[in-house]
């Protein structure tokens, strides 16, 4: 079926088409609309949207993580780490939630298994920057003291590539992607794409890493911060992927710029929003607002059957108001069935998960 056919049969342009078929009733998120700010810190994972068609779900994939701890120790105060001296989170707690609520938020198409767990305790092997400087535990406790971190901030990945051989470990099939979880000022991007043909995940690719013989991604966590910060981070990675996979269709085609559309950028036309702008924000990181919008959200849980006509009135109310579960209300929106259009998979989270797939 061509891209024209698909977006007919889902009722993309035809404004009548709707008008036959029922609207449909979906979660509300939690009860109330006042939810107390520790539940952005919870594990609690709601269940919104129906669970897939089992004729239509994807067979689940695993990817093989390396996850990198850098936690280094401070000989000069008794040899505790940058961890136990600021009073930050535990790294292995957040990774294996986050690993959780990715799985979740796939319906159990994404399952990440940590093939391997490094740990580095010493300053002498924290990520050089790109000029060469590398912080000493004095230098690093006066830039989180201060907030006056060193510039350029960000590091040499291919110099953090070879002090890990990731390349190689990619390339042997060892492991799929990096997670590195560390104190703030490692000087990393949130998501970064390496490999063969890599393109932006959440900034530009890191070039001459053809070695590894597949695209691989880095992403980059902070101890100084939540399970809500870690999907963020992760939704931005969906967010460049999904915005290359789409990029050959305009405007009219492109089911992503459809499915990003918010209300300050389509009044009357808003849909699930993105990242920093849920449907109803009216400006940026705006994920507690009681403005109540017309969305047409609702649609996306019946991809690719969409009527283009389930809008209803919409507000944080239906993630509780909480960062954490908006983003995870965001992600069970994502298309999730097996088939494909045009050259282009049903189920989305295929492009998120491998960039190979791309």
């Given amino acids: 079926m061509d891209r024209r056919s698909f977006l007919k049969l889902a009722g993309a342009a035809i404004p009548g088409l709707a008008a036959t078929r029922a609207l449909a009733r979906m979660p509300q998120g939690l009860a109330g609309s006042g939810a107390s700010s520790h539940l952005a810190q919870s594990t609690r994972r709601p269940n919104y949207g129906p669970n897939p068609d089992p004729a239509l779900r994807p067979a689940p994939v695993t990817r093989k993580l390396l996850v990198i701890v850098n936690n280094p120790r401070l ?8 961890r136990q001296f600021f009073g ?3 790294p292995d707690w957040l990774v294996a939630n986050h690993i959780r609520d990715l799985r979740h938020a796939s319906f159990g198409y994404v399952n990440y298994m940590i093939a391997e767990r490094v740990l580095v305790d010493d300053f002498a092997r924290w990520p ?13 406790i006066e830039t ?5 971190r060193h510039l350029p901030w960000h590091i040499n990945h291919h110099a953090f590539f070879a002090d890990h051989n990731i390349l190689e470990r990619v390339r042997s099939g060892q492991v799929d992607e990096v997670w590195h979880i560390g104190p703030p000022y490692d000087g990393n991007w949130e998501a970064v794409m ?5 393109s932006n995940s959440n900034a530009p690719p890191v070039g001459g890493t053809d070695h590894a013989g597949k695209r691989f991604v880095f992403m980059a966590y902070n101890l100084e911060r939540t399970l809500t910060e870690m999907l963020h981070s992760y939704g931005h990675r969906a967010e460049g992927h999904l915005n290359t996979v789409h990029s050959r269709f305009g405007d009219q085609d492109n089911l992503w710029k459809r499915f990003i559309r918010r209300e300050a950028s389509h009044p009357g036309q808003a849909e699930v929003g993105n ?9 940026d990181y705006d994920r507690s607002s009681s403005r109540v919008v017309l969305s047409n959200a609702d649609d996306w849980y019946h991809f690719p059957f969409l009527t283009g006509n ?3 009135p ?8 909480v960062a954490r579960l908006y983003y995870l209300w965001w992600m069970r929106h994502l298309p999730h069935v097996e088939g494909a259009c045009d050259g282009v998979a049903l189920n989305w989270w295929r492009y998120i998960v491998d960039p190979n797939t791309i």
């Fill in 128 to 140: 050089v920057k790109v000029d060469g400087f590398r912080y000493d535990e004095h230098s690093y």
């Fill in 310 to 312: 389930r809008f209803r």
């Fill in 314 to 321: 919409m507000s944080s109310s239906e993630w509780s108001g």
């Fill in 75 to 82: 000989p000069s105060y008794g040899n505790v780490t940058v």
């Fill in 194 to 198: 390496a490999g063969p043909g890599a």
């Fill in 144 to 148: 989180v003291r201060t907030r006056n």
């Fill in 275 to 283: 990242i920093h702008f849920p449907p109803n924000a009216e400006r």
């Fill in 88 to 90: 930050w989170n535990d």
